[in-house]
């Protein structure tokens, strides 16, 4: 079974900067694809934050964090990170980070799967 684990998060001042790490307990194969998705609302469908396709070499971003947020990855530790910068009270949300296998028309299913427990970030005005 996939073991998942987020951390980094934490309380910030707006136009600040975070680095949340995931790390994956192994890759199940060259397909797969890492994701960071956020809920702000229990109520409502985690927003897709990021994600990098290992077997495409392809990064995701959604519309609200492209030029702010950075996905990259380290093979060699299995984790994935995601540096935040020019953080707004906006991103404040539970941050999740989600092993997907690859499959799938959009990077939404293709980097979902396994999830952690997530790691929650707070920005203040």
């Known amino acids: 079974q996939v073991e998942v684990q987020e951390s980094g998060g934490g309380s910030v001042q707006a136009g600040g900067s975070l680095r949340l790490s995931c790390e994956v307990s192994?890759?199940?194969?060259?397909?797969?694809?890492v994701g960071w998705f956020r809920e702000q609302d229990p109520r409502k469908e985690r927003e897709g934050v990021a994600?990098?396709?290992?077997?495409?070499?392809?990064?995701y971003y959604g519309d609200s964090v492209k030029g702010r947020f950075t996905i990259s990855i380290d093979i060699a530790k299995r984790t994935v990170y995601l540096q935040m910068t020019n953080l707004t009270p906006e991103d404040t949300a539970m941050y999740y980070c989600?092993?997907?296998?690859?499959?799938?028309?959009?990077?939404?299913?293709?980097?979902?799967?396994?999830w952690g427990q997530g790691t929650q970030v707070t920005v203040s005005s």
């Open positions: 192994t890759f199940t194969s060259s397909s797969d694809c």
């Open positions: 989600t092993l997907g296998g690859g499959y799938g028309g959009s990077w939404y299913p293709r980097c979902s799967g396994d």
């Open positions: 994600g990098i396709d290992l077997g495409r070499n392809i990064t």
